[in-house]
């Protein structure tokens, strides 16, 4: 199966079900895959950003990271970050070389980070 989630598995032998048929499976998202994983502005994942993000100097702007496995399953607990997954954001100014600012997310504490 590719959609996460509950399956029943039907075996049957001769038309007849075997003993404790169907057979309730539970599949969980893939690995994260960094194509089908976006950013959005806000907890609206309708809003996928790519390419230039416009934000305005002096103001703050919150991003959230969506991640998703190769099938479009949503690979999040109930924070909505990916269990197993750290994602490096850095902020480079076009034509810059070091970063302005830099983070790890899911951060280690709550808090604003530069």
């Not at 539970?26 to 309708?46: E, H, K, N, Q, R």
């Amino acid at each position: 199966p590719t959609a996460r989630g509950m399956h029943n598995v039907y075996v049957t032998l001769g038309g007849q079900d075997l003993f404790g048929s169907p057979y309730t499976m539970l599949v969980a998202a893939g690995a994260t895959d960094p194509a089908s994983t976006y950013l959005a502005f806000s907890a609206d994942p309708s809003t996928p950003l790519r390419g230039t993000i416009p934000l305005t100097a002096g103001v703050q702007a919150d991003l959230a990271v969506y991640p998703f496995d190769q099938f479009g399953n949503a690979q999040a607990d109930a924070n909505g970050f990916a269990v197993q997954d750290q994602f490096l954001l850095s902020l480079v100014g076009v034509g810059e070389s070091r970063p302005t600012v830099e983070g790890v997310f899911p951060a280690p504490a709550e808090g604003r980070y530069t």
